[in-house]
């Protein structure tokens, strides 16, 4: 997530966050990967019942490009698109300046999502 995180610092998790809200695009979020203290930090890219798809580095939601000030350089990657079901959300760091198989995004249930990342 760098630039926005880092793996040194220490950050909180919002649990209560989407009790009465769902998640929005852009929203940074922690996963459960093993447990609870076992986390991915990602953020939210594509919605449920939304299509997604990277071309040449652009992510584009339902053939639209995404507009994405945080990202500050990107690879050109290409991602075949998916459409998501209820309750998924697809996800993505903020850093693509990687290499895209060095990178984990993709789908993700909604009941992985731990809570709103704080700053």
Do not use: C
């Not at 950050?11 to 852009?26: E, K």
């Amino acid at each position: 997530m760098l630039p926005t995180y880092s793996a040194d610092r220490l950050n909180l998790v919002n649990r209560l966050s989407y009790v009465a809200a769902s998640p929005a695009r852009g929203d940074v979020i922690a996963i459960k990967l093993a447990g609870p203290h076992v986390v991915y930090v990602k953020r939210i890219i594509g919605l449920p019942g939304e299509r997604v798809a990277v071309e040449k580095g652009q992510v584009l939601i339902n053939g639209a490009p995404l507009k994405e000030s945080y990202v500050e350089f990107r690879r050109s990657w290409d991602v075949a698109g998916v459409t998501l079901g209820a309750g998924e959300y697809f996800v993505m760091g903020d850093n693509r300046g990687m290499f895209e198989g060095d990178h984990d995004f993709g789908r993700v249930q909604a009941e992985r999502i731990l809570g709103k990342v704080l700053f």
